[in-house]
């Protein structure tokens, strides 16, 4: 089922438009302007926006999501380098790892780059930092 666009009366999109004022953020600055536009028309009772209102809204988020994704982005690391963050974050050392690696060059050779994690290992690890498992599997490496 899709989704009949409603019309938009020109005369007040034009008026929405000069009081927002939106365009393509380049500061964090720019981009929190926008984003307490969006909080101000999805602050408004839901059905109640009007269709220049909406219209509104889908271009700010376009706008938002196009900056954050560019200013925000995370970079790319590997599963290792994830496991070294996180033990940094949280003050541990290699051997408050061992309940999970076994050993202490099991631990280093995987800190090292130089022993990939085991799915199980990445299982324990996902459950000891609360976050999802994969965090800690290569997808690139693998066949």
Do not use: C, W
Not at 25 to 39: C, G
Not at 112 to 124: E, S
């Amino acid at each position: 089922m899709s989704v009949v666009p409603r019309k938009i009366d020109s005369a007040k999109y034009r008026r929405l438009l000069g009081r927002v004022l939106p365009r393509v953020p380049r500061t964090e600055a720019e981009n929190d302007r926008l984003l307490m536009e969006v909080d101000k028309l999805m602050s408004r009772p839901e059905n109640v926006l009007t269709p220049e209102q909406d219209a509104m809204l889908e271009l700010l988020a376009t706008l938002i999501e196009k900056f954050e994704d560019e200013y925000y982005s995370i970079p790319e690391s590997r599963p290792y380098e994830r496991l070294r963050f996180l033990m940094d974050q949280n003050e541990l050392r290699q051997r408050d790892l061992l309940d999970i690696f076994g050993t202490r060059s099991v631990v280093s050779a995987v800190l090292k780059g130089k022993r990939a994690i085991t799915k199980r290992q990445a299982v324990r690890l996902g459950h000891r930092f609360s976050i999802d498992p994969s965090a800690f599997i290569d997808l690139t490496s693998q066949d």
